[in-house]
């Protein structure tokens, strides 16, 4: 069993930073990427940027240059520091983890964690 747990989540003013984490935990033989996703209330879940294990990064394109994705790799960790932010960015963020389990190391599955809040406000 995998278990992915985000945080960092919490009100900022517009124009302002945060700073989530991701940590995946558990039966882990090789995480393959990681990737961040947002869900506005009534709106559809939307990527936001990702990371594979050789350092490649992908962003959403309108994102560029205000989220930056990094990743730990020695904590199967991958962090999210968003900047200059709207309230259009207000979402609950989801970390996704492809890895290989021990259980199953042939296989690249997806998890995902529970969500942390990002609200933007004054």
């Known amino acids: 069993q995998v278990r992915v747990v985000e945080s960092g989540g919490e009100l900022v003013q517009p124009g302002g930073s945060l700073h989530l984490s991701c940590e995946a935990s558990g039966d882990i033989l090789r995480i393959e990427t990681m990737a961040w996703f947002r869900q506005a209330p009534g709106k559809h879940r939307e990527f936001v940027a990702s990371?594979?294990?050789?350092?490649?990064?992908n962003y959403r394109d309108v994102l560029k240059g205000r989220f930056v994705i990094s990743r730990d790799s020695a904590r199967n960790a991958v962090y999210l520091r968003m900047n200059a932010l709207t309230p259009g960015d207000a979402a609950t963020y989801s970390c996704k983890v492809g890895a290989r389990s021990g259980h199953n190391p042939s296989l690249v599955v997806d998890y995902w964690g529970q969500g942390t809040q990002v609200t933007v406000a004054s």
């Open positions: 990371v594979d294990m050789s350092g490649r990064t």
